[in-house]
């Protein structure tokens, strides 16, 4: 069974729109991390937390808010989607410690029209 | 600006042939680089990972490089299959830790033809 889950899968909004991305680790992972990815761009952080009730600032966070509820559960907000949103987000959980590797869900295609 | 370089964009190999992949990167500190494979439409799945000066790794037909001093890895893929058809990405982390950052390059598309 797959250690993160993402949901949904496809995402289909307009500007202005409330959108919330889930995810759900079962690795058991402090960390979790959500990311976007571009076509010509490596991908990008935006937000990532180290337990429930903690939420650190990736690198580009603006636009976006997250929540992580419990161990397993991480989501991302965004409450006035706009187009530039428009992306491929990954969401990954690790141990975090040393160079631990960080285990990715699917992904989730958001589409802001 | 960006700090992890992959090379070539993209590349077509026919099934069997061995094949090369570069990463330069500009990362400071360099703890460490690792070597994920993203299937289209699917997350990133790790190859390998490279710690050491002059480290060397070996995982089944991949086998990996790192020279830090020149900072640039190398993924060789021997005797492809259709099925390495995919993107390769090359992550370069400047902590040993979960404080740290991983800076991620914008791959390699590799397409392995009959």
């Known amino acids: 069974e797959a250690a993160v889950t993402q949901s949904p899968r496809n995402k289909v909004t307009v500007t202005g729109g409330n959108v919330t991305l889930s995810c759900r680790q079962t690795n058991s992972h402090n960390y979790m991390y959500w990311y976007r990815q571009d076509t010509g761009h490596g991908l990008r952080l935006i937000h990532y937390?180290?337990?429930?009730?903690?939420?650190q600032i990736g690198d580009v966070p603006d636009g976006y808010k997250a929540t992580r509820t419990t161990q397993e559960d991480f989501f991302l907000l965004l409450e006035l989607a706009s187009p530039s949103q428009t992306s491929l987000y990954f969401c990954?959980?690790?141990?975090?410690?040393?160079?631990?590797?960080?285990?990715f869900g699917p992904g989730t295609r958001l589409t802001v029209l | 600006k960006t700090q992890v370089e992959q090379s070539p964009q993209s590349l077509v190999v026919r099934q069997g042939e061995n094949c090369v992949l570069q990463c330069n990167y500009s990362v400071t500190p360099d703890n460490h680089l690792r070597w994920f494979k993203q299937d289209t439409g699917k997350g990133l799945v790790s190859l390998t990972v490279?710690?050491?000066?002059?480290d060397k790794t070996s995982n089944g037909r991949y086998s990996a490089t790192l020279d830090k001093d020149a900072k640039h890895s190398t993924l060789h893929i021997t005797a492809t299959l259709l099925d390495d058809t995919a993107t390769y990405i090359c992550?370069?982390?400047?902590?040993?830790?979960?404080?740290?950052?991983?800076?991620f390059g914008a791959g390699t598309q590799l397409i392995v033809i009959p």
């Open positions: 990954a959980s690790s141990a975090g410690q040393n160079y631990a590797e960080q285990f």
């Open positions: 992550v370069v982390g400047d902590r040993g830790s979960a404080l740290g950052r991983l800076h």
């Open positions: 937390s180290y337990g429930a009730g903690n939420l």
């Open positions: 490279l710690v050491h000066e002059n």
